[in-house]
């Protein structure tokens, strides 16, 4: 079976400084890997996948991942933190055969202070 | 561009009383998922539908809680009789058959019950 790991709960960043949410997978066989934010009281957004081909992803609101096999990581990455991307963001995998469902991590919540 | 509807966007109900959710995926997509987020954790799977079929429903707690998509179209969810524990965001995503999709995902129902 398929499980996500978000290792922090919480992480804080200052406006304009690089940003890493960590995200580990275990999943037999290859991984689908999925970034998701929310914000309060919202649905899911889609931000970014991997699915093959190139380890870093470029994803939507300058957010981009990388894919590291040997490590089972899928780590979240911004150059330049906003104060608007303060949200709860969700790792998710699923293996990349039949009706695998996708199964989330626990959720890292970012704050960018200004 | 294509959005998953979900209605209500929040409910109150009073413990032993049924109540239902309703979901209506991006057209054309064949698969359909109806999640459970509690507070402060990650969505969980209660149902997954491939068209009109149940193709996991192993978390669905099935003494209270069922689940239809009956023309492959759009689905219902239903509890009864709901119970404090149930209160949570109730998700309900769609994606088409190929597994390197992601899913799209609704506003989400709020569910409180008291």
């Known amino acids: 079976a398929q499980s996500v790991a978000q290792p922090e709960d919480q992480v804080n960043v200052a406006e304009g400084n690089p940003l890493t949410v960590k995200c580990t997978y275990s999943?037999?066989?290859?991984?689908?890997l999925f970034w998701y934010v929310q914000y309060p009281n919202r649905g899911l957004q889609f931000l970014l996948k991997?699915?093959?081909?190139?380890?870093l992803v470029k994803g939507s609101y300058g957010f981009e991942a990388e894919f590291n096999k040997s490590q089972t990581s899928f780590h979240l990455k911004k150059p330049s933190a906003l104060v608007s991307d303060s949200a709860l963001y969700f790792c998710a995998v699923r293996a990349n055969t039949g009706f695998q469902k996708l199964v989330f991590g626990t959720g890292t919540r970012l704050l960018v202070s200004p | 561009e294509a959005e998953v509807a979900q209605s209500p966007r929040y409910k109150i109900t009073e413990k032993s009383q049924a109540v239902a959710f309703w979901c209506d995926p991006i057209s054309g997509h064949a698969t359909l998922y109806w999640y459970r987020q509690i507070l402060g954790q990650g969505p969980e799977l209660l149902v997954q539908f491939q068209d009109e079929s149940v193709v996991d429903d192993s978390q669905l707690p099935k003494d209270r809680f069922s689940a239809e998509r009956l023309k492959g179209v759009d689905s219902t969810l239903k509890i009864q009789p709901a119970e404090l524990g149930d209160s949570a965001m109730y998700l309900c995503a769609s994606s088409p058959l190929a597994a390197g999709y992601g899913y799209t995902f609704g506003s989400g129902t709020r569910l409180t019950v008291v």
């Open positions: 999943v037999s066989g290859n991984p689908y």
């Open positions: 991997y699915i093959t081909g190139d380890n």
